[in-house]
């Protein structure tokens, strides 16, 4: 190999050390799995009134989830039965833009995505700077703490934090369709 070459690969490996400095794929996936389990326990208060006098019932499912970066690991998949609807809460992951959680509300063919963010991100534009004329990208506000929200479509994609209030209104659009 030429010396060229050689300085290249050596640059190359210290680069790659520099990234997975500090990255541990077991606390990523353990952490997930906590962010996940918060977000269920959230779900039975919200719905331990009904829980309480079994006009709802609810379950977990462990299941496999794979990411490129992970690997395979095993995470709980959420179920809650209301009447004849059945809805699930699929986990997709944690290696994701924007978020360090992301949990998919789903029944028949409707399709809510759950994300854990800052409390101050209003929708995935807040991700993107854009350079005007040679000015640099506005200071950013601070994300604030991570909460869970959901992607509320529409003209532009904007997240709403999700409370008890507003997950009963998910719960009766994705089952009645009036989304």
């Given amino acids: 190999m030429g010396k060229k070459f050689t300085d290249f690969i050596n640059k190359m490996e210290e680069e ?3 990234d997975k400095k500090g990255f541990n794929p077991e ?3 353990e952490s997930y799995r906590n962010l996940v389990n918060e977000l269920y326990a959230n779900i039975d208060s919200w719905l331990n009134e009904e829980l ?7 379950g977990v499912v462990p299941i496999t989830i794979s990411e490129e970066q992970l690997g395979s690991y095993i995470v709980d998949e959420k179920w809650i039965q209301i009447g004849n609807a059945r809805i699930q809460f699929h986990p997709i992951g944690t290696i994701l833009i924007g978020t360090d959680a992301r949990v998919d509300m789903v029944y028949r063919s409707k399709d809510i995505m759950i994300i854990r ?3 101050n991100v209003a929708g995935p534009g807040d991700f993107i700077e854009v350079e005007v004329n040679g000015e ?6 601070s994300p604030g703490k991570s909460v869970w929200k959901y992607v509320k479509e529409g003209h532009r ?4 934090t999700l409370d008890k209030d507003r997950f009963e209104d998910l719960i009766i659009e994705v089952v009645d369709g009036h989304r």
């Fill in 136 to 141: 640099p990208p506005k200071k950013r506000r």
């Fill in 117 to 119: 963010t800052g409390e």
């Fill in 16 to 18: 790659s050390k520099k």
């Fill in 27 to 29: 606390e990523r996936i």
């Fill in 157 to 160: 994609l904007s997240y709403v």
């Fill in 52 to 58: 309480v006098a079994g006009k709802i019932l609810t």
